[in-house]
Structures are given as structure tokens and as C-alpha cells.
């Protein structure tokens, strides 16, 4: 079947998992710079039964790490950091367990070795942090800093490679002492503006902001039957932070990947870099292996080529994927209310393309 026919059932495949599990999010696809498929489903709000558009914008949830990574590589490229600069150099570290030697470059490639907030890898939850500490209680970038930076290292910095959000957290606030801004208000300037994404910003969960939608994951019966709705307000801090909680349409996000790809937002050197793996995460069953970059994920096949590359994101009421096949010159980005939701669209996604290349 062609691309064309294959986008047709993708749409009646979506529907159909609208229905059947209640999807709600906007999936797009481009290539070259023209949309080939764009639409809506479900409900920004359950509690107004408000619909989702194409124009509502999403808790992109970690996919906002890539937002960091492209900020602090801009002040690579000014010469305020260098990528293998010593931590110690830009943040006084004293009296936590945080290694003075750690670098930028091992902040942005998940090789710190430092200990998460939430260890990810190791199946804990990051709701969970919220439980005995009031989630607004965290506002700012340094208010993270007590999860996490008293607690042991998983390895010493570059002998390992772990998913580490607090990597990000430490490499915005290396960000905000070299240029004494605030994060959010650094990339709302320096990056979301530049690269024309009119739409994006950072929104606090308590105002009444337009076109943002709620995040609501399903409460289910022990049968699995879906019996009601819960918000996500209480599940983490109220606003992003440099390891999550941008938001964007779906449009705004694949603009954001377009003009990193032509080389409008780093130097070229620093441009080439961001698309080429740094370091090997794990292999796969089939053979192939996902390596790091400086926030994307690089998906091999077994002879070594690059697949896709990609960043996937996921939060209580809050579930994003950014995706680009080189081969075929295709953008995806799958964004949903809920923490499920994105995963199902991203696999009928990733077979449609799969079966038209």
C-alpha cells in the first residue's frame, strides 16, 4: 500500500482507538515542510467537554529536556560553557554528593552517573515525590535540588549511562548562573521566539491560560473497565522545569525540530552533533540499539544506521513523542492529555510509515 493509502486507514485506526480506549491528543505528520496528516481527537478538558483541536497545545512532558539540551548548547556556541567543563566551575556544589568533575556533556547525555529524583530506570514513580511534599512547593529550577542532591551516585561520571531527569535540572541551572535569567524565561526568549514557535510557553497549572489542555488519566475497575477520570494537578510541580513540562502544539514542536535540522538554532559543528549518537544506551532483541544524543534518542537498525531518532515524554495526565525517519524525510509528533494515551498512535503510527517506505 502507498503512504497515501496507509494515512487513510491510519485515520479510521485512530478513530477507532478514540472510541475504544478514549484517546484524546492531536497526531501530525510532515515531510519536506508540508503536512501530510493532521487531526484532533478526544477532549482538552473532561470536565467541560471541551475538544482538542490541532491548535491546542500539550504538557510535552520530558520531550521539553531537548528545549534544555539546545539552550545550553547555544551558550557552547557563545563560549559562556563549554560541553566538557566541569560542573564545579559554573555551581558551587559543596555539602551534596554531586561530583565536582561531572561535565556539561555528561549532564546532556545521561552519563553523570548522579542519582534521579525518581529513578525512572528502576520503575519508581515520580507522582509518588508529591505525596508527602506539596507539589507547588517547587517552582524554581534550585527547589529541585533536595530530591536529589544528598542522595548517592549510581556510578562515577562517565562510567555508565542512565536516564537521569535531574541531569537536566542540573544543566538548567548551569544555564541560569551563566546568564542570570530565569529558565523558562531564557528559552521563551532565546529559543521558542527565534525559532518562530508562537504557540509555546510554560503554564502555570493554576491559570486560566487558552488552548492548553488538562491532563486526565483513566481510573479503572478491577475488570479494567474505565469508571471515571482523575486530574493531574497534584502529580508534579505546577509549572516546567528544565526536565519537563513545556507546552506546545503539535505544529510549534515539529517547527522547533525543522529549524534545528537546517541549522537556524546551533552552529553547524554543534548542529551535526545534536543529530549523531554520543552514547550507547542498550541493545535490542532484533539486533539494532538506542544510543543518546544530547536529548534525542537514536534508534539503529542491526547494521548500524539510524532508524529514527526521537524523544518520548510521560507524565501522569501528560504523554508526547517527537519523532524523524532520515530515510524518508518524515516528522511525527503524537502529543495526549493522559499518560497513556500518545503510545497506541505512536505504534499505528510507526507502522503506517514503516509499510510505505
Same mark, same amino acid.
Given at each position: 500500500?502507498?503512504?497515501?493509502?496507509?494515512?487513510?486507514q491510519?485515520?479510521?485506526?485512530?478513530?477507532?482507538?478514540?472510541?475504544?480506549?478514549?484517546?484524546?491528543?492531536?497526531?501530525?505528520?510532515?515531510?519536506?515542510?508540508?503536512?501530510?496528516?493532521?487531526?484532533?481527537?478526544?477532549?482538552?478538558?473532561?470536565?467541560?467537554n471541551?475538544?482538542?483541536?490541532?491548535?491546542?497545545?500539550?504538557?510535552?512532558?520530558?520531550?521539553?529536556?531537548?528545549?534544555?539540551?539546545?539552550?545550553?548548547?547555544?551558550?557552547?556556541?557563545?563560549?559562556?560553557?563549554?560541553?566538557?567543563?566541569?560542573?564545579?566551575?559554573?555551581?558551587?556544589?559543596?555539602g551534596?554528593?554531586?561530583?565536582?568533575?561531572?561535565?556539561i556533556?555528561q549532564?546532556?547525555?545521561?552519563?553523570?552517573?548522579?542519582?534521579?529524583?525518581?529513578?525512572?530506570?528502576?520503575?519508581?514513580?515520580?507522582?509518588?515525590?508529591?505525596?508527602?511534599?506539596?507539589?507547588?512547593?517547587?517552582?524554581?529550577?534550585?527547589?529541585?535540588?533536595?530530591?536529589?542532591?544528598?542522595?548517592?551516585?549510581?556510578?562515577?561520571?562517565?562510567?555508565?549511562?542512565?536516564?537521569?531527569?535531574?541531569?537536566?535540572?542540573?544543566?538548567?541551572?548551569?544555564?541560569?548562573?551563566?546568564?542570570?535569567?530565569?529558565?523558562?524565561?531564557?528559552?521563551?526568549?532565546?529559543?521558542?521566539?527565534?525559532?518562530?514557535?508562537?504557540?509555546?510557553?510554560?503554564?502555570?497549572?493554576?491559570?486560566?491560560?487558552?488552548?492548553?489542555?488538562?491532563?486526565?488519566?483513566?481510573?479503572?475497575?478491577?475488570?479494567?473497565?474505565?469508571?471515571?477520570?482523575?486530574?493531574n494537578?497534584?502529580s508534579?510541580?505546577?509549572?516546567?522545569?528544565?526536565?519537563?513540562?513545556?507546552?506546545? *502544539?503539535? !505544529?510549534? +514542536?515539529?517547527?522547533?525540530? #525543522?529549524?534545528?535540522? /537546517?541549522?537556524?538554532? &546551533?552552529?553547524?559543528?554543534?548542529? @551535526?552533533?545534536?543529530?549523531?549518537?554520543?552514547?550507547?544506551?542498550?541493545?535490542?532483541?532484533?539486533?539494532?540499539s538506542?544510543?543518546?544524543?544530547?536529548?534525542?534518542?537514536?534508534e539503529?537498525?542491526?547494521?548500524g544506521?539510524?532508524?529514527?531518532?526521537?524523544?518520548?515524554?510521560?507524565?501522569?495526565?501528560?504523554?508526547?513523542l517527537?519523532?524523524h525517519?532520515?530515510?524518508?524525510?518524515? *516528522?511525527? !509528533?503524537? +502529543?495526549?492529555?493522559?499518560? #497513556?494515551?500518545?503510545w /497506541?498512535?505512536?505504534? &499505528?503510527?510507526?507502522?503506517?510509515? @514503516?509499510?510505505?517506505?
Amino acid at each position: 500500500m502507498n503512504l497515501r493509502g496507509n494515512l487513510l486507514q491510519l485515520g479510521a485506526e485512530l478513530t477507532a482507538e478514540e472510541e475504544a480506549h478514549s484517546f484524546s491528543g492531536v497526531v501530525s505528520i510532515w515531510q519536506t515542510g508540508q503536512s501530510l496528516f493532521e487531526r484532533s481527537y478526544g477532549t482538552a478538558s473532561r470536565r467541560w467537554n471541551v475538544p482538542v483541536t490541532v491548535d491546542t497545545r500539550f504538557d510535552l512532558a520530558s520531550v521539553t529536556k531537548l528545549f534544555t539540551s539546545v539552550a545550553v548548547l547555544q551558550l557552547v556556541d557563545a563560549g559562556s560553557l563549554g560541553l566538557d567543563q566541569e560542573l564545579s566551575t559554573v555551581l558551587d556544589l559543596d555539602g551534596t554528593t554531586i561530583s565536582g568533575s561531572i561535565t556539561i556533556r555528561q549532564l546532556l547525555t545521561h552519563t553523570s552517573g548522579i542519582a534521579d529524583d525518581a529513578d525512572e530506570e528502576a520503575g519508581e514513580s515520580y507522582e509518588a515525590l508529591w505525596e508527602d511534599k506539596p507539589n507547588y512547593s517547587v517552582m524554581h529550577t534550585a527547589d529541585f535540588l533536595p530530591q536529589f542532591a544528598h542522595k548517592p551516585p549510581n556510578f562515577e561520571p562517565g562510567a555508565g549511562c542512565r536516564y537521569c531527569n535531574c541531569g537536566y535540572v542540573l544543566a538548567g541551572l548551569a544555564l541560569e548562573k551563566v546568564t542570570g535569567a530565569g529558565y523558562r524565561e531564557h528559552v521563551q526568549s532565546r529559543l521558542f521566539e527565534p525559532a518562530g514557535m508562537t504557540s509555546s510557553g510554560f503554564f502555570h497549572m493554576r491559570d486560566a491560560v487558552p488552548d492548553v489542555a488538562e491532563g486526565w488519566d483513566p481510573v479503572h475497575d478491577d475488570d479494567g473497565a474505565i469508571t471515571g477520570w482523575r486530574q493531574n494537578i497534584y502529580s508534579y510541580p505546577p509549572i516546567g522545569s528544565p526536565d519537563g513540562g513545556a507546552h506546545c *502544539t503539535a !505544529a510549534d +514542536l515539529i517547527r522547533f525540530l #525543522d529549524e534545528l535540522r /537546517a541549522g537556524e538554532l &546551533l552552529s553547524p559543528a554543534l548542529t @551535526q552533533a545534536f543529530f549523531t549518537p554520543q552514547v550507547t544506551h542498550h541493545h535490542q532483541d532484533d539486533g539494532g540499539s538506542i544510543h543518546y544524543g544530547f536529548g534525542l534518542e537514536f534508534e539503529l537498525d542491526d547494521g548500524g544506521r539510524v532508524r529514527s531518532f526521537y524523544k518520548d515524554g510521560v507524565n501522569a495526565g501528560a504523554s508526547a513523542l517527537l519523532r524523524h525517519y532520515p530515510a524518508t524525510g518524515i *516528522t511525527t !509528533a503524537i +502529543l495526549s492529555n493522559s499518560e #497513556d494515551g500518545a503510545w /497506541a498512535p505512536a505504534r &499505528l503510527v510507526d507502522e503506517a510509515l @514503516q509499510d510505505a517506505a
